[in-house]
């Protein structure tokens, strides 16, 4: 059984730091592309960023240049650096994994974590 979970979550005020981290565990390959979503209040859960097994990486575009995806595939980790927090950053914050389906040899499929509340507010 395949478990993804974060930490690094909590309350900070608007221009503030976290970092999230996500350790998988379980029967996941190491090279499995990865990434963060976030859910806000009413809202649907989006994309924030994504990382490939050789460190390549996508961004939304409201978090381009404030947060940073990064991974280590020895450890099956993956981090989110944020910086210069907004409110509107508020949301939980999901781990996702892609798992391969060897029938098919695929990436085609998702793992996800429990979530991580992120709370930025004066």
């Known amino acids: 059984q395949v478990q993804l979970v974060e930490s690094g979550g909590g309350l900070v005020q608007p221009g503030g730091s976290l970092r999230l981290s996500c350790t998988a565990s379980g029967t996941i390959s190491r090279i499995s592309p990865m990434g963060w979503y976030r859910q806000a209040p009413g809202k649907q859960r989006e994309l924030v960023a994504t990382i490939t097994s050789d460190s390549s990486t996508t961004y939304a575009d409201s978090v381009k240049a404030r947060f940073t995806i990064s991974r280590d595939n020895a450890k099956n980790t993956v981090y989110l650096q944020m910086n210069n927090l907004k409110p509107e950053d508020t949301a939980v914050y999901y781990c996702?994994?892609?798992?391969?389906?060897?029938?098919?040899?695929?990436?085609?499929?998702?793992?996800w974590g429990q979530g991580t509340q992120v709370t930025v507010s004066s």
């Open positions: 996702n994994a892609r798992g391969l389906n060897l029938r098919v040899g695929v990436y085609d499929y998702d793992y």
